[in-house]
């Protein structure tokens, strides 16, 4: 959520900076409930003086041995219409709080310009892509073959957008996750952390999820319970609430936490897309990476989290490229993000493996998640970071098309086989492995 004092203060700069994103968003809404909210304050506060001042001239009366009734009537009709006041206080700040929640992060001024994923700029690559000297197949004809991909049976249990993973499959999504946690624990600093799954309302507006994003989201139908839950679309958004409404020492920033966690998006909205395969599913398996951080460290910890991201691609020796997405293409809570993409053979091209972002203090305002400084002074915000290490089912079909041989076999990458008991080929009959 943004400073309402930034939007107050120059509105026409904040209007110009959403426009970059290609939001259309008018601030006079949210000024006119900025300023009644106050206008309605200082009335408030006005009468509370008034209520003050008739007290006192009661006490006094009082003491006289004076008739106080007129004086006492006069405190009770302000002390309705203060009553009345902050009723009318109550709904202007919910106005404006509902308003302020649709209004999307502002770019950082390094963020490149643009309006779709084709204004987005290559940063760097790494890894050279493999020369076949056949016609590579796609992840979901390479499992099918081997009898380790089971998309029927998955939409026969659920529907479309499901897998089930036989055999040595689930055996290599289990290796991956694996190997991404202890790279990240061990070599990343990163405490692992293990959360809920489903989570509330609160949780989800903090993190922006909501409003924003109720459509995408599964939640529960329960209609004796007190409350919806929402099961989780990325373990950022427990991660990054954990201190919500608390205030953390300065020394004990950055905190840094990943989890591995599956996630769950309706993917409202993505008809006719990636319908073939895992590449985009309703449920996935993901390890997340957050970075809780006060506002001088934060671009640094953006450029370490890439930087760890990375770092399994290359354990893994998977070609891929880093790219600074433009303003338009940009998620509604970032400041800045880069996203990795890796390179797919089956389908010529390179595809997000990874989003890392740095969210500045977009999401510390809504949770209300600040840091008491070391030298003293008012508490502020923290920024918050976060950013895939990697997308599990992702990084299993790029080992899938990445390592196929002509014969139908996949290799196991190098950095794997210490976590599947050696296992160097999967190849037909690995189903039952």
Avoid at 231 to 248: D, K, M, S, Y
Avoid at 287 to 301: F, H, L, N, R, W
Wanted: proline share 5%.
């Amino acid at each position: 959520m943004l400073d309402i004092r930034l939007i107050r203060e120059d509105p026409a700069a904040v209007e110009r900076a959403l426009a970059t994103r290609g939001a259309a968003v008018s601030l006079a809404p949210v000024l006119a409930a900025d300023a009644e909210r106050r206008r309605l304050l200082a009335e408030a506060e006005e009468l509370r003086a008034e209520r003050n001042r008739a007290s006192e001239a009661i006490g006094q009366a009082k003491r006289r041995g004076e008739d106080a009734q007129s004086a006492m009537a006069l405190m009770r009709e302000v002390a309705d219409r203060i009553k009345a006041l902050d009723a009318r206080i109550k709904e202007a700040e919910a106005t404006l709080h509902a308003q302020l929640l649709e209004i999307p992060n502002l770019p950082h001024a390094s963020v490149p310009v643009g309006r779709s994923a084709d204004d987005n700029v290559e940063v760097r690559r790494w890894g050279t892509p493999r020369q076949f000297g056949f016609e590579p197949k796609q992840h979901f004809e390479i499992g099918e073959a081997l009898g380790i991909l089971d998309f029927e049976r998955a939409s026969k249990l659920a529907k479309s957008r499901f897998a089930v993973m036989w055999g040595v499959a689930a055996r290599l999504s289990r290796a991956l996750a694996q190997l991404m946690l202890d790279f990240h624990t061990r070599e990343g600093g990163f405490t692992e952390v293990w959360v809920p799954h489903l989570v509330n309302p609160e949780t989800m507006l903090g993190v922006a999820m909501l409003p924003k994003f109720e459509e995408q989201m599964f939640k529960t139908v329960e209609p004796d319970a007190d409350r919806t839950l929402y099961l989780i679309p990325t373990a950022e958004v427990a991660l990054t609430a954990l201190h919500g409404g608390e205030i953390l020492p300065e020394a004990e920033l950055p905190r840094r936490y990943c989890a591995f966690t599956p996630c769950y998006r309706r993917e409202a909205g993505t008809y006719g897309q990636d319908t073939k395969g895992m590449i985009r599913q309703h449920q996935f398996d993901k390890v997340e990476m957050v970075k809780i951080t006060t506002p001088g460290q934060s671009y640094d910890a953006l450029e370490s989290m890439v930087r760890s991201a990375e770092a399994v691609l290359q354990r893994l020796e998977l070609p891929y490229r880093v790219m600074a997405l433009c303003t338009g293409d940009m998620g509604f809570h970032s400041a800045k993000t880069y996203d990795l993409e890796v390179w797919l053979p089956g389908q010529g091209k390179y595809r997000e493996i990874s989003s890392c972002s740095n969210c500045e203090a977009y999401q510390a305002r809504r949770l209300d998640m600040k840091y008491r400084p070391t030298a003293g002074g008012r508490v502020e915000l923290c920024h918050t970071l976060n950013g895939s290490g990697l997308a599990v089912g992702r990084t299993l079909i790029a080992v899938l098309e990445n390592y196929q041989q002509a014969d139908g076999s996949v290799t196991v990458p190098a950095a794997l086989r210490p976590y599947m008991d050696g296992l160097e080929r999967i190849g037909p009959g690995s189903a039952s492995r």
